[in-house]
Structures are given as structure tokens and as C-alpha cells.
């Protein structure tokens, strides 16, 4: 399978909430690098397949309402792939909607993703996490 294919079978599980498949894609051992805001709970770098998960637990339906996330574009170097798309949702706590473009980029290594990046419009984050 390819890397595409990876990244796009772990979205498809996350979309869902299927995190025991999402799982099975990611490396005990990931780092995952997020620059958001400090008055978002998904700032920071984790460490770690749990903190990961519970990453994805935040990011997901428990704080935020997604009208759409999909990724339009790929770009793929050896083991890297960049997805570059657009997301929208509302946040729950503050009621507030953000739309932006984002890039994915993850680091795969026998099937398994090994590296996560995650880049968007902060400002607009930090807006969105402000009630």
C-alpha cells in the first residue's frame, strides 16, 4: 500500500472515530509536532502512540464539530507525504466557526506512520479557542 493510501486509510478511520485501526498505522514510538496556540488543548509536541491518540481525541467531535476536512493535494518524497487541503469547524466551547487551509506531514516507515507535523492559520485558531 502506499503511503497516500496510508495517510488516507487513517483519515477514513478517524473520520469515524475508529481509533483501535488508527492504531494499527501508527508506530508505538511517534512524534507529532503542533504549533497551535497556547489557549488551544491541541498545542504541543507529544511523544508516543497514547499521546497521540488522545491528540486525535481533542482535535476530533469532543471539542470541535467538523463541517469538512479533506485533503486535495498530495506531495510524496521517499517516505513523506504532504497532504495540503482545507478543514472547517466549529469549536464547542466558544461557538466559534474557522475555516483554513492546512499540510499535512507524515513519515511512514513499513507502514506505519513515524512523524506528524500539522500546519494551519494559528491566528485564526487561537480566534476560534478565544471565547
Known amino acids: ?21 488508527v492504531r494499527k498505522l501508527v508506530h508505538p514510538d511517534i512524534r507529532m509536532e ?8 491541541i498545542a504541543g509536541d ?3 502512540i497514547d499521546a497521540f491518540i488522545a491528540y486525535l481525541d481533542i482535535a476530533g467531535e469532543r ?4 463541517e469538512f476536512l479533506r485533503a486535495e493535494r498530495f506531495l510524496v518524497s521517499g517516505d513523506v507525504v504532504v497532504a495540503l487541503g482545507r478543514e472547517k469547524f466549529t469549536i464547542k ?3 466559534k466557526t ?13 507502514g506505519r506512520l513515524v512523524l506528524w507535523r500539522e500546519y494551519y492559520d494559528s491566528a485564526k485558531l487561537q480566534d476560534a479557542w478565544t471565547p
Do not use: K
Request: net charge negative.
Open 98 to 110: 474557522m475555516e483554513t487551509p492546512f499540510a499535512h506531514e507524515s513519515h511512514w516507515c513499513d
Open 34 to 41: 503542533n504549533m497551535a496556540p497556547a489557549n488551544s488543548p
Open 1 to 21: 500500500m502506499s503511503n497516500i493510501a496510508l495517510y488516507q486509510e487513517m483519515f477514513r478511520h478517524f473520520g469515524v472515530g475508529d481509533m483501535a485501526s
Open 93 to 95: 466551547s466558544t461557538g
Open 46 to 48: 507529544r511523544v508516543g
Open 63 to 66: 471539542t470541535a464539530s467538523y
